[in-house]
């Protein structure tokens, strides 16, 4: 590392650090306070409680906040460097522009893996812990998840639809369930019981009804049971995971998700919102890197970038950047997407990075 990579990245790493702090606590006192004071003052939660909500709401919100503050930076950084002829003197030493901006983009690149290491692995275990604390500790409800449907295949062939009211997370237990079971469209058999039990290996369905059924649809045969085993492979974790909302998944468990919604064909915007997921993982950690491209160059200027001027800048970019992204998830989640959501997810990135490169160039004449 040179002189003059250390320099840069020292210029960032202040107002990367105050940019951070700065943004966070905008955001939480915009949203999250509001939802703590109101679950404390009006609903009687505990504070312990109420902030124990909040922590595990706090790596979703530095996710979002990070890129931002990446984007401070550069401009308060570059800004300083511009209107101090920084940048002159080391262009007639004989440095070139993209050689000063090679330090912020090792910067943003290290910030944007490490942002996205976090969105992937702490953001995924936090929302699922504050959705649980909310639904058990807060609105005093048993973890139970509603309208329940598996797709598996036989190894015979035979694609198995199991369908339940409700699925009781804490006793594994299924309820009001129904089986069927089709061989090219054709319904063969159908089966219906009370409830369905995680023994540990298998699923047992108690009190239930097997209908077996002739080539037009109708019943052939009928026969009633109080146990009986049904070839369900889907333990009670996963079938729990794949029933969470999709920013409780980790990349590779959308990933898995998403090779499960491709067999069943009948889930299409649930799989439009697994692959928006997936993407936006690493889209938006990679923001930050983005942002450099664009906030560096747009800083150059003959005066010093005050930190309120730097500041109303990056939220001027920052809600263009935001406003796209929401236009591109409406887009490729709908019922009607014009693109897939793969390229969606990355739209705003390629864009704003093509924009940022333009600047580059234009600065280094």
Known sequence: MTILDRYVAKELLGPFLFGLATFTILFVASGPLFEIARLIVLHGVPPFLALQFLLYKMPAILVLTTPMATLLASILAFGRLSGENEIVALKAG?????????????????????????????VTRANLL???????????????????????TTPEGIERFTFAL?????????????????????LLRMTTAEKAVWDGKSWRFENGVVHNMDKWGRIDFESQFLSAYIDIPRDPRLLARSQRRMEELSREELRQEIANLLKVKLERRKLREALWEYHVKYSIPFASLVFVTIGAPFALRPHRTSSSLGIGMSLVLILIYYISMTLCATL???DFPLLPAAI???????LFTLIGLGLIVRASK
Do not use: C, Y
């Open 94 to 122: 004989g440095i070139h522009f993209s050689r000063v901006m090679a330090p912020a983009l090792v910067f943003a690149l290290v910030v944007s893996l490490l942002t996205a290491w976090v969105n992937d692995r702490l």
């Open 130 to 152: 504050a959705g649980n604390l909310k639904q058990t500790r807060i609105d005093m409800v048993p973890l139970r998840i509603q309208n329940v449907l598996i797709h598996t």
């Open 166 to 186: 409700e699925f009781d997370e804490q006793a594994n237990v299924l309820k009001t369930v129904s089986v069927l079971d089709f061989s090219r469209q054709t």
């Open 332 to 334: 490729g989640t709908g």
């Open 344 to 350: 969606l997810a990355w739209l705003p990135n390629v």
